[in-house]
């Protein structure tokens, strides 16, 4: 059986925990690549990364979810208010969209992670439902993501798959770069 919480100062150390195993995951990311622009993350060292969403966290600004199979952290899902990744709205075809504001995101999905030796179980899955879960109880609106699917590469990307979020309810919007995805969940168009 499978549970989620949000990550807070309760449950850092089993973040912490989840992404020292794979040493802070991404390269020594901590799952601040997305907060940061490039040259600021390129600046930082792995410990720098560390510290800056320790702090967020205990801040209580920093938004994700753990999913959590009999008391351990196995998997990780970074969202949080569109506003907190704003590298996304000047990403060159990001902007030749031209989104009118009633398209406009409230949140953002950045990072979808499994721990190796729970992957190839649907976990992701059950944890991007879990945080879409999290996000309506958190007051809902349109959700972005942004997938990376590179071609031939067979190894799992940080994002999660077009698919996966196709079979989670997203529409497929616009290629954005060389790899990246766009995908929407928009719960007003689900309703018409």
């Given amino acids: 059986m499978f549970a989620s919480k949000l990550l807070s100062?309760?449950?850092?150390?089993?973040?912490?925990?989840?992404?020292?195993?794979?040493?802070?995951?991404?390269?020594?990311?901590?799952c601040v690549y997305h907060r940061m622009t490039m040259s600021q993350y390129i600046a930082t060292t792995k410990e720098q990364r560390y510290a800056l969403q320790r702090d967020l966290v205990a801040a209580g600004r920093s938004t994700g979810l753990l999913l959590y199979e009999e008391g351990l952290a196995v998997g990780w899902c970074q969202f949080g208010a569109a506003s907190?990744?704003?590298?996304?709205?000047?990403?060159?075809?990001?902007?030749?969209?031209?989104?009118?504001?009633?398209?406009?995101?409230?949140?953002?999905?950045?990072?979808?992670?499994?721990?190796?030796?729970?992957?190839?179980?649907?976990?992701?899955?059950?944890?991007?439902?879990?945080?879409?879960?999290?996000?309506?109880?958190?007051?809902?609106?349109?959700?972005?993501?942004?997938?990376?699917?590179?071609?031939?590469?067979?190894?799992?990307?940080?994002?999660?798959?077009?698919?996966?979020?196709?079979?989670?309810g997203f529409c497929y919007v616009s290629p954005i770069g060389k790899y990246n995805h766009l995908v929407r969940l928009d719960p007003n168009a689900a309703a018409e």
Avoid at 9 to 30: K, M, N, P, Q, Y
Avoid at 119 to 139: C, F, K, M
């Fill in 9 to 30: 100062s309760e449950t850092w150390s089993d973040f912490e925990t989840l992404f020292a195993r794979h040493g802070g995951l991404h390269g020594g990311c901590w």
């Fill in 84 to 168: 907190v990744f704003p590298a996304f709205d000047r990403m060159r075809d990001y902007v030749k969209l031209a989104l009118p504001e009633s398209l406009r995101p409230r949140w953002r999905i950045t990072c979808l992670v499994v721990d190796k030796a729970w992957r190839n179980r649907g976990l992701a899955r059950i944890l991007l439902r879990e945080t879409l879960s999290a996000i309506d109880r958190l007051g809902g609106g349109i959700v972005e993501a942004f997938p990376l699917e590179v071609p031939g590469m067979t190894r799992p990307q940080y994002t999660g798959s077009v698919k996966m979020y196709r079979e989670c």
